[in-house]
């Protein structure tokens, strides 16, 4: 079981980024200890390589290839090996479905993890559920917390959009507006948005006044734009998929230099685009949220550095390699630590081959969260291990010559909310 996390930088915590990010920059030869077996722990990732997903998909398996080699220059897992072998969903539902077999089946893989959209998370947890075998999403989405899915999925890397927008709406209905229009995905995860930020606004005492769903393949956006009601005080928008800059850049025109509301916007509308690119110049002054900060703060911890430098970041959030190759930074982060979690869980239950798949989700749900560190580089978190869902800091930023500044932080306790489940009361 893991400590209750602190948000202040203890010097135990400092150190240990330190010696992480040298292990790193020395590249360290890797020292395995006498395991009972010297076979490769072998976990599945199930990869947006294409598809809608494939920008997410492209940084999420280049963190996961970097998080791999740390933890296997730390001497990997039990004293042995980690191989990640990396399956494409196409991010489809149904072939989601056909990964999680082919990967338990046929690659025997120890545990899978990795898939972020919602839709596809959901059409593939009941076959994990069937084959029993461990499911660690990074999606966002509240379908882990909410109970609709099953005791082998959980999602120990990245906070839900529930708790994500409940722990927001109070500083922006105090400082953005109180009148608010949605523009969301016609799919679960925008659903979700919708449900709980409506219910979170109107908790401030303010209200959604329309909801502009919006199919996640759609590519022009000009025709929703108008639905846009002129009492609009605050624009709230989430966008998904290869037609992101499109999005901003219509929204943008459609806007022109008169007068808008205050606008507000989930980074999903433009992760893997840079934000001082040609046409967004209206979003200057406006407010994203982020998961974790493209642009590098100035009380950036050292594990930070190290973190970056690990997946080849640069301090603006692109490639070191290409400038314009932006990453995916408010989400990529969850690969990462979902690994470091799968390494605790294993080393807590023992884990020495799939008969102790259980054993590994029960030790996972034993957790109650997890200190800021090279390890889990977004910052602290707690863990509920009846939901299975974890809980972390928010951060809203401003566009401040073309550039993602921090203005807000919010802490933990922000977002949580009661349960909906019990997992744990659930059978095998």
């Not at 559920?129 to 990074?138: A, N, R, S, T």
């Not at 005791?151 to 722990?167: E, M, N």
């Not at 190759?325 to 990529?332: E, L, N, R, W």
Request: include cysteine; aromatic fraction near 10%.
């Amino acid at each position: 079981m893991t400590s209750q996390p602190t948000t202040g930088p203890t010097r135990r915590r400092l150190l240990t980024g330190l010696a992480a990010g040298s292990a790193l920059a020395l590249g360290g030869l890797p020292r395995f200890a006498q395991a009972q077996s010297s076979a490769p722990i072998k976990l599945g990732f199930q990869l947006h390589r294409t598809g809608i997903g494939a920008a997410y998909g492209r940084w999420y398996e280049r963190t996961t290839q970097a998080a791999l080699k740390l933890l296997n220059d730390q001497g990997g897992i039990n004293g042995r090996p980690v191989e990640v072998i990396f399956e494409d969903d196409g991010t489809d539902p149904k072939r989601g479905a056909e990964v999680v077999e082919k990967l338990a089946n046929q690659a025997g893989v120890d545990a899978i993890f990795g898939p972020l959209f919602s839709h596809v998370v959901i059409g593939s947890a009941p076959r994990a559920g069937e084959l029993k075998i461990p499911y660690l999403v990074c999606s966002e989405g509240y379908h882990v917390a909410s109970g609709m899915l099953n005791r082998w999925t959980l999602q120990p890397g990245i906070t839900d959009v529930r708790a994500q927008v409940s722990s927001m709406a109070p500083w922006v209905t105090q400082n953005l507006g109180k009148k608010v229009t949605m523009v969301f995905p016609d799919y679960a995860f925008g659903h979700d948005h919708r449900d709980f930020f409506t219910e979170a606004v109107k908790a401030q005492g303010g209200e959604v006044i329309a909801h502009i769903a919006i199919p996640p393949t759609e590519t022009s956006f000009t025709r929703y734009l108008p639905q846009i009601p002129t009492e609009t005080e605050v624009l709230y928008h989430v966008m998904v998929g290869p037609a992101v800059l499109t999005f901003v850049k219509e929204l943008g025109e459609f806007y022109g230099s008169g007068a808008r509301p205050q606008i507000f916007g989930f980074i999903d509308s433009l992760e893997a685009v840079d934000t001082a690119a040609p046409g967004l110049e209206f979003l200057e002054g406006t407010h994203f949220w982020e998961g974790h900060n493209r642009v590098k703060q100035a009380d950036a911890p050292e594990f930070e550095t190290a973190y970056r430098a690990a997946v080849g970041v640069d301090d603006f959030g692109a490639s070191v390699s290409d400038a314009k190759d932006v990453s995916t930074y408010s989400h990529m982060f969850s690969c990462w630590e979902t690994l470091f979690v799968l390494k605790k869980g294993m080393e807590a239950a023992g884990y020495q081959s799939p008969a102790d798949r259980q054993k590994l989700v029960e030790a996972i749900e034993a957790m109650t969260g997890f200190d800021a560190g090279i390890d889990h580089p977004q910052g602290a978190k707690l863990f509920n291990g009846k939901t299975h869902q974890v809980f972390g800091s928010q951060f809203i930023s401003k566009v401040e010559g073309g550039k993602l500044m921090r203005v807000h932080t919010t802490s933990i306790e922000d977002g949580q909310y009661a349960d909906a489940v019990d997992y744990t009361a659930q059978s095998f």
